[in-house]
């Protein structure tokens, strides 16, 4: 984004197809098509600064396309272990075999 925003202090909002945020292909890669009264996307409330504040102009962002609203890399939660699957059931046991008793011996 060496130079700043193209067209510079110029309206954007035509050629942005009345959009506001990012424009890539009329405000300059990573810049953004904002307005300094209307800012409802992020990329706009992280504009650098304001050529024009009457109207919808390109300006510069802080913001980075494509980390879209994610900027700084969230570490994985880690109080979630109780969401994980139980663990795998326990083979069954092999068939239980009827203990016979033994016997009783034959009487005298």
Same mark, same amino acid.
């Given at each position: 984004s =060496?130079?700043?925003?193209w067209?510079y202090?110029?309206?954007?909002? $035509?050629? #942005?197809?009345?959009?506001e945020?990012? #424009?890539?292909?009329?405000?300059?890669?990573?810049? &953004? #098509?904002? %307005?300094h009264?209307? $800012?409802?996307?992020?990329?706009c409330?992280? &504009?650098?600064w304001?050529?024009?504040?009457?109207?919808?102009? #390109?300006? &510069?962002?802080h913001? !980075?396309?494509? !980390?879209?609203?994610?900027q =700084?890399?969230?570490?994985?939660p880690?109080?979630?272990?109780?969401? %994980?699957? &139980?663990?795998a059931?326990?083979? =069954?046991?092999?068939? !239980?075999?009827?203990?016979? *008793?033994? *016997?009783?011996p034959?009487p $005298?």
């Amino acid at each position: 984004s =060496a130079g700043g925003p193209w067209h510079y202090a110029l309206d954007c909002w $035509r050629g #942005c197809g009345y959009k506001e945020g990012f #424009c890539d292909h009329f405000c300059g890669p990573g810049n &953004a #098509c904002c %307005h300094h009264g209307h $800012r409802y996307k992020p990329e706009c409330h992280a &504009a650098k600064w304001w050529p024009v504040v009457t109207m919808y102009t #390109c300006v &510069a962002t802080h913001m !980075h396309e494509s !980390h879209g609203h994610h900027q =700084a890399p969230t570490p994985a939660p880690q109080h979630h272990h109780h969401h %994980h699957p &139980a663990p795998a059931p326990q083979p =069954a046991p092999p068939p !239980h075999h009827v203990h016979v *008793a033994p *016997a009783p011996p034959p009487p $005298r």
